[in-house]
């Protein structure tokens, strides 16, 4: 809605009318400008309008609102004298230059231009991929539609079966071939790249909960616990046949099958130190723990070892946090398991000095998903002081994403704006360097698909 404020009135209102309003003082101009109002200054020549409204102007950028000044060509505005008055001009071009739209223009068609031909051909190719999977998908789904749900369900599950390994094959190919164009771009090349790849490809491959999830971030970042429980549980989830099968061929790419292998993986690292150690109880601690299905599934698989656990389980998100208790509280009661939930930041931990007093000395500290947001001085920082909380002979097992196997990288950031820090066999064992003491044991192991690492320290 639309305010005309007369200036005339403001300045020459008897003072017995202004006083009748509601908190008898008359109120000051900015007052009766509602911000996100509209509001025309009203006025003859001399009503002091441009005054007016550059108090507004000064007003409104002192209190951090953008401001635009509008006028036509060859208007009465003097810079000069705005700047006099208290106006940040500098703010005021910013905005001005922002909102020149030809100028926006010519960058959209610039940076549409420099994305090569070869590139936008690949991209027509993979959009009718798409366009012809998910007609043929939807039309079958349709098909569908009044049948009773048992039905629905079984025809369902026999469909994301036979469609599945078609679109997977398709798509595993394009991340490869996505990885053979921009693999060596620079960064503005990357970044006209993914924007032209996301405005044509992102609508189908969100139809994915898992890509949508992992785009739109609704915890703040990828990789959070739900998007593991994602990875864990039944793919063909979506909510269209299509959908189903694009998640599907998601929870297949290298990475997340490389996730998918840790379960089994710690859990056997888990069972041989139960062995080894078959007298006593195992103090455990998993860093970064999300939904802790290795936990879940040990318990489930193995019941009989609950007693011969005691695990603190840190993470610094509280949903996930609560979901492992709600999950594994009633295991632990059942089996004799010990779990200490801790809803914490393993950064504040740190600054706070205060690792030592949460986890104790472990047998056993494991991490997987966590480092490889690390920087380099981050991941040594936080080694150190997981090394310092392990008992003699006790063992680390530090998980990160492998730079020479993961070709699921590209596709990864292009499609999902997911960053990782890869890092090479090599470059772990360089980072384990800075240890204060040599470690008894210092290797890389990996998952089956070799493109999950581990870094293993014995003390
Ligand atoms: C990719 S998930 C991996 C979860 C689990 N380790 C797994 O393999 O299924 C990473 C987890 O680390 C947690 N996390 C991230 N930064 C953290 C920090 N600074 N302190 C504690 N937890 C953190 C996230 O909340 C998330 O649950």
Not at 169 to 182: G, P, Q
Not at 425 to 430: A, I, P, R, S, Y
Request: glycine fraction near 6%; hydrophobic fraction near 40%.
């Amino acid at each position: 809605m639309a305010a005309v404020i007369p200036l005339s009135a403001l300045e020459s209102r008897p003072r017995h009318e202004v006083d009748r309003e509601a908190d008898a003082r008359p109120k000051a101009l900015n007052e009766r400008v509602v911000p996100g109002r509209l509001s025309e200054l009203a006025g003859g020549r001399s009503s002091g309008r441009t005054t007016a409204a550059v108090s507004l102007v000064i007003r409104a950028q002192s209190l951090d609102e953008p401001v635009v000044w509008v006028q036509p060509r060859n208007g009465s505005l003097y810079p000069p004298d705005l700047a006099d008055s208290g106006v940040d001009l500098d703010a005021l071009y910013r905005l001005d230059r922002r909102g020149s739209i030809a100028e926006r223009l010519h960058t959209a068609v610039r940076e549409h231009e420099n994305v090569s031909q070869e590139f936008k051909a690949w991209v027509a190719d993979l959009l009718d991929f798409f366009e012809a999977t998910k007609q043929c998908l939807d039309r079958e789904e349709a098909t569908l539609a009044d049948s009773d749900r048992w039905t629905r369900e079984e025809a369902t599950r026999d469909c994301i079966a036979e469609a599945a390994p078609i679109v997977c094959e398709r798509l595993n190919r394009a991340s490869v071939e996505l990885t053979d164009f921009v693999a060596d771009f620079e960064d503005d090349e990357h970044g006209q790249h993914r924007r032209f790849y996301r405005r044509h490809l992102c609508k189908f491959y969100h139809r994915a909960p898992l890509l949508h999830r992992a785009y739109y971030k609704p915890l703040g970042y990828a990789g959070d616990y739900e998007m593991m429980n994602m990875l864990y549980r039944d793919h063909g989830e979506g909510d269209t046949l299509f959908g189903k099968v694009l998640n599907v061929y998601a929870c297949q790419e290298a990475a997340a099958q490389a996730n998918i292998n840790r379960i089994k993986y710690f859990n056997q690292r888990i069972r041989a130190l139960l062995s080894e150690n078959p007298e006593r109880r195992l103090r455990i601690a998993s860093i970064g723990c999300g939904p802790s299905h290795e936990i879940r599934n040990l318990l489930e698989q193995h019941p009989d070892l609950g007693d011969r656990i005691d695990i603190a389980l840190v993470d610094q998100e509280e949903r996930a946090i609560e979901y492992c208790e709600r999950t594994l509280a009633p295991l632990a009661a059942r089996t004799g398991a010990r779990i200490h939930f801790i809803g914490e930041s393993i950064r504040r931990l740190l600054t706070a000095r205060s690792l030592g007093q949460a986890l104790g000395k472990r047998d056993l500290i494991y991490s997987a998903g966590l480092f490889d947001y690390l920087s380099d001085r981050s991941f040594e920082a936080l080694l150190r002081a997981l090394y310092s909380a392990t008992a003699e002979g006790g063992h680390m097992y530090i998980g990160n994403v492998n730079l020479a196997t993961n070709t699921t990288k590209w596709a990864m950031e292009y499609a999902s704006d997911w960053y990782l820090i890869h890092r090479t066999k090599e470059q772990l064992l360089d980072l384990a360097r800075s240890l204060p003491t040599d470690p008894r044991i210092l290797e890389v192991e990996s998952e089956p698909l070799g493109v999950n690492l581990f870094l293993h320290i014995a003390r």
